[in-house]
Structure formats: structure tokens, C-alpha cells
């Protein structure tokens, strides 16, 4: 188990050790998906994603051209920009773009999902997961000293103390959590489930939707290829930009709460991004003993981990607090786990 109570800030590349790619690695997949293109005298284009286009004609119903226009301007502007996160927030006023940008982008994360690591076909009930592809990544680690000395009849404290702040939009660590436990433990799914429900993650940017285990009538698969225009429409309204407000089921107050609360911080794959760290920065004072903090920030300079740091230090600040200890490295999550996972446990 962990040490006090623990905070995970979560990342994009907290999703990387399992072959989900960074935002800037999904520029060119959804500059092709929205580049569409017809032949002449053609209504179905030749070029582009076939299902997005097919919600588009559905949403816009006589008016597809506009949101084709939209779709156009992403694939060619994207290529100019960080992330398609950071383009949406140029174009925040345009809700044709806003639309068309998070087809793609809940496309084209499921199509990630499949592709990574921790895929598990939901229609074979013989398939599982392969430990093997996952061991010695940081989802392998956090499970072994989460689970250091917890039994199976303890099973219901294991997240004890434990909370997730995830800034992703993929659901790799519920799809992992769920089948580790099952088999760390030899219960069943639907069991696991049950113990994976205790674990808060506060999610500032939504998500591209729920897994069968947390709302079977809503869900879809990690990784599905079974997803139509409804489907596909359904998701994007699960997920937010960076100027959208925080979804009214996990307020702000609650996530920077946990922040404010906790005694350990950990920070995984985060670029601390100035809109993400001033979500986790409370609105007031309060008094509350010093935190300690761990965090990666793989390929960030000397001078870029200063900066980081600093902007750390701000929210420890403007919540009333000092810092125990900081240690940003320049190293991957696993490797995070692998120097300081003794000082995260309580063993």
C-alpha cells in the first residue's frame, strides 16, 4: 500500500509505456482522417475516415459542406500546431471545428487502444491479458506496491488513500486495473469491478466514455472497432478542450481538494502544461502540512525542470502549504517507480 495519502497526476505520458501515443504523435492520424476528398461526381469521399464522415452527414444533414470546410481546416492547420488540443483552443469559437476535432480525436484514440498493449478482445472470452506485455512498466509497478500486503479478504482497502487525477482521454488504466486485479486475485470480472469502483479518478477533461464493468448501457469496449456515427457522436460529448469548463460532476473544488489534501503527490508523463497546473491550484488558503512530490519529466531540460518546479511551487503557495521534498527527474514513469518506489510504500 502507499504511504499517507497519495495523489497520481496522470499525463499523456503516463500512457506511453503501453504504446498509447503522445498528442503530438496524433497529428498526422487525424490530419488524414479529416483530409477529406472526393472523386468527381462522387458523394462518398475517397479519402478521410469513412465513419466520421458518415456522422458529419448525419449531424449536419443538408449542410455536410460546412463541416467538410471545418474538417479541412483542422487536417491542414493541425499540422502547424502541438497537439489537436491546442488547435481546438485557437478555434474554441467555431463549433463545427470543436465537433468535427473531437470525432477525431475519440477515433482515433480507440483505434490507439486496440493498438496497444493492454487490448483484450471483449468479444473472445478466452482472451486476457498478457502480464508479459505490461511487466516492468509503471502500471506493472504501482499495482505491486499498491497491492504489498493487501489480502483477498482485505480486497475492499486496497485503494485506501489512493486517488487519480487523469488529464488523459483514454482509459488505460481502468482497462488495466480491472484485468490485474482479476487475476492477481482469482476473482472474477464483475468482482473486480466492484473493487475498482472504491478508486476515485477525478477527470478534468472527460473521456472518451466508460468501460462495460463501470456503465454497461453507455459503454463501449477499450479499443472497440464497433462504433458507428451514434456511438462516435455519444463520445465526443464525453470529452472537453482546455476551454471548456470542468464537468459539473467533478467540480473544480473537488480535484484541487485532493490536491490540497494529500500528503504525497505524484506526477506521471505530465508537461505541466500553465491550463493544467491552474486546475489543480485551490481557489483559497488552507492549512495543511507540507506535501512531497515526485514527478517525471522526460526530455525537459535543466532550466525546463526549474520552470517546473516553480510552477509546482506556486500551487503549494496559493493553498497555504510547503513542500517536503521535490524531485522532478528527467526519466520515464517506470523508471520514477523504480527509484523512489520504496519511499512510495508503506512496507
Same mark, same amino acid.
Given at each position: 500500500?502507499?504511504?499517507?495519502?497519495?495523489?497520481?497526476?496522470?499525463?499523456?505520458?503516463?500512457?506511453?509505456?503501453?504504446?498509447?501515443?503522445?498528442?503530438?504523435?496524433?497529428?498526422?492520424?487525424?490530419?488524414?482522417?479529416?483530409?477529406?476528398?472526393?472523386?468527381?461526381?462522387?458523394?462518398?469521399?475517397?479519402?478521410?475516415?469513412?465513419?466520421?464522415?458518415?456522422?458529419?452527414?448525419?449531424?449536419?444533414?443538408?449542410?455536410?459542406?460546412?463541416?467538410?470546410? @471545418?474538417?479541412?481546416?483542422?487536417?491542414?492547420?493541425?499540422?502547424?500546431?502541438?497537439?489537436?488540443?491546442?488547435?481546438?483552443?485557437?478555434?474554441?469559437?467555431?463549433?463545427?471545428?470543436?465537433?468535427?476535432?473531437?470525432?477525431?480525436?475519440?477515433?482515433?484514440?480507440?483505434?490507439?487502444?486496440?493498438?496497444?498493449?493492454?487490448?483484450?478482445?471483449?468479444?473472445?472470452?478466452?482472451?486476457?491479458?498478457?502480464?508479459?506485455?505490461?511487466?516492468?512498466?509503471?502500471?506493472?509497478?504501482?499495482?505491486?506496491?499498491?497491492?504489498?500486503?493487501?489480502?483477498?479478504?482485505?480486497?475492499?482497502?486496497?485503494?485506501?488513500?489512493?486517488?487519480?487525477?487523469?488529464?488523459?482521454?483514454?482509459?488505460?488504466?481502468?482497462?488495466?486495473?480491472?484485468?490485474?486485479?482479476?487475476?492477481?486475485?482469482?476473482?472474477?470480472?464483475?468482482?473486480?469491478?466492484?473493487?475498482?469502483?472504491?478508486?476515485?479518478?477525478?477527470?478534468?477533461?472527460?473521456?472518451?466514455?466508460?468501460?462495460?464493468?463501470?456503465?454497461?448501457?453507455?459503454?463501449?469496449?477499450?479499443?472497440?472497432?464497433?462504433?458507428?456515427?451514434?456511438?462516435?457522436?455519444?463520445?465526443?460529448?464525453?470529452?472537453?478542450?482546455?476551454?471548456?469548463?470542468?464537468?459539473?460532476?467533478?467540480?473544480?473544488?473537488?480535484?484541487?481538494?485532493?490536491?490540497?489534501?494529500?500528503?504525497?503527490?505524484?506526477?506521471?508523463?505530465?508537461?505541466?502544461?500553465?491550463?493544467?497546473?491552474?486546475?489543480?491550484?485551490?481557489?483559497?488558503?488552507?492549512?495543511?502540512? @507540507?506535501?512531497?512530490?515526485?514527478?517525471?519529466?522526460?526530455?525537459?531540460?535543466?532550466?525546463?525542470?526549474?520552470?517546473?518546479?516553480?510552477?509546482? @511551487?506556486?500551487? @503549494?503557495?496559493?493553498?497555504?502549504?510547503?513542500?517536503?521534498?521535490?524531485?522532478?527527474?528527467?526519466?520515464?514513469?517506470?523508471?520514477?517507480?523504480?527509484?523512489?518506489?520504496?519511499?512510495?510504500?508503506?512496507?
Amino acid at each position: 500500500m502507499f504511504k499517507d495519502r497519495t495523489v497520481f497526476v496522470l499525463g499523456a505520458g503516463s500512457s506511453k509505456e503501453v504504446e498509447m501515443p503522445l498528442g503530438s504523435e496524433l497529428i498526422p492520424k487525424i490530419s488524414q482522417m479529416l483530409n477529406f476528398h472526393f472523386s468527381r461526381g462522387n458523394r462518398v469521399p475517397n479519402q478521410g475516415d469513412a465513419t466520421i464522415y458518415d456522422t458529419l452527414v448525419r449531424i449536419a444533414k443538408t449542410d455536410v459542406n460546412s463541416f467538410i470546410a @471545418a474538417s479541412r481546416k483542422i487536417s491542414e492547420g493541425i499540422l502547424l500546431d502541438t497537439s489537436i488540443d491546442s488547435f481546438l483552443d485557437k478555434h474554441r469559437d467555431d463549433p463545427q471545428i470543436q465537433m468535427c476535432g473531437k470525432l477525431a480525436i475519440v477515433k482515433s484514440i480507440l483505434e490507439a487502444e486496440r493498438q496497444s498493449s493492454l487490448y483484450v478482445d471483449a468479444t473472445n472470452a478466452s482472451a486476457h491479458l498478457d502480464p508479459s506485455k505490461v511487466s516492468g512498466t509503471w502500471f506493472d509497478r504501482f499495482l505491486k506496491v499498491l497491492s504489498e500486503g493487501v489480502t483477498r479478504a482485505d480486497l475492499g482497502s486496497l485503494f485506501n488513500g489512493v486517488s487519480l487525477i487523469n488529464f488523459n482521454y483514454d482509459r488505460c488504466i481502468e482497462q488495466y486495473l480491472a484485468h490485474a486485479i482479476q487475476k492477481l486475485y482469482a476473482i472474477s470480472f464483475e468482482q473486480a469491478g466492484e473493487v475498482l469502483r472504491k478508486l476515485k479518478i477525478l477527470r478534468p477533461y472527460g473521456s472518451i466514455g466508460p468501460l462495460p464493468w463501470q456503465t454497461p448501457e453507455t459503454a463501449f469496449a477499450y479499443g472497440s472497432p464497433d462504433i458507428g456515427p451514434e456511438g462516435l457522436v455519444a463520445l465526443a460529448a464525453e470529452i472537453r478542450t482546455y476551454s471548456e469548463r470542468v464537468h459539473e460532476s467533478q467540480p473544480l473544488w473537488e480535484i484541487q481538494g485532493e490536491i490540497a489534501h494529500a500528503q504525497t503527490i505524484i506526477y506521471l508523463g505530465c508537461a505541466y502544461h500553465p491550463q493544467n497546473m491552474q486546475i489543480l491550484t485551490p481557489a483559497e488558503k488552507l492549512s495543511n502540512a @507540507a506535501a512531497r512530490i515526485f514527478g517525471t519529466a522526460k526530455d525537459i531540460s535543466e532550466p525546463g525542470i526549474q520552470v517546473v518546479k516553480n510552477r509546482i @511551487a506556486t500551487i @503549494a503557495s496559493v493553498g497555504g502549504r510547503g513542500i517536503a521534498g521535490c524531485e522532478i527527474r528527467d526519466c520515464t514513469c517506470s523508471k520514477l517507480f523504480q527509484e523512489y518506489g520504496i519511499l512510495f510504500s508503506k512496507g
